[in-house]
């Protein structure tokens, strides 16, 4: 999973999180919803101004964005709860695609045993 992979899902994953909805985080972040949509799908990589629109609405600081996004060189190590944080938002991209796999896999073989 490349940078802009990562990124995208992590937004994704803290949008769901905070149950908003792409429509709703446009409204409370001034960013259009077709360039949400596009940064959660890793198409398009976020300025640091697009990432301080979107960091409070998502219930993040910036800084923490800004370091997730490369933007901030880490000079010290995540705390704990911020590392564990990023661990379990990574956990959560993973488990959602194994659960996507499994069920596409399923579909398959249901599709292959009724012909």
């Known amino acids: ?5 990562n990124l995208g899902n992590l937004i994704k994953q803290q ?3 905070m149950g908003l909805t792409l429509p709703a985080l446009s409204a ?5 919803f077709p360039y949400l949509s596009r ?4 198409q398009r990589y976020p300025s640091a101004n697009v990432l301080l629109k979107i960091a409070k609405p998502l219930g ?7 370091n997730l996004a490369g933007y901030l060189p880490s000079e010290h190590p995540m705390p704990p709860g911020q590392e564990k944080h990023k661990l379990l938002a990574e956990l959560d ?3 959602n695609r194994v659960i996507a796999d499994t ?4 579909s398959i073989i ?6």
Do not use: C, P
Not at 110 to 115: A, F, H, I, N, V
């Open 1 to 5: 999973m490349n940078d802009t992979q």
């Open 39 to 42: 940064i959660e799908k890793a």
């Open 15 to 17: 949008r769901i999180r």
């Open 28 to 32: 409370k972040s001034g960013v259009s």
């Open 60 to 66: 993040l600081d910036y800084k923490e964005l800004f």
């Open 93 to 95: 991209i993973l488990l």
């Open 110 to 115: 249901r599709q292959l045993y009724r012909k």
């Open 103 to 106: 069920n596409r896999i399923k």
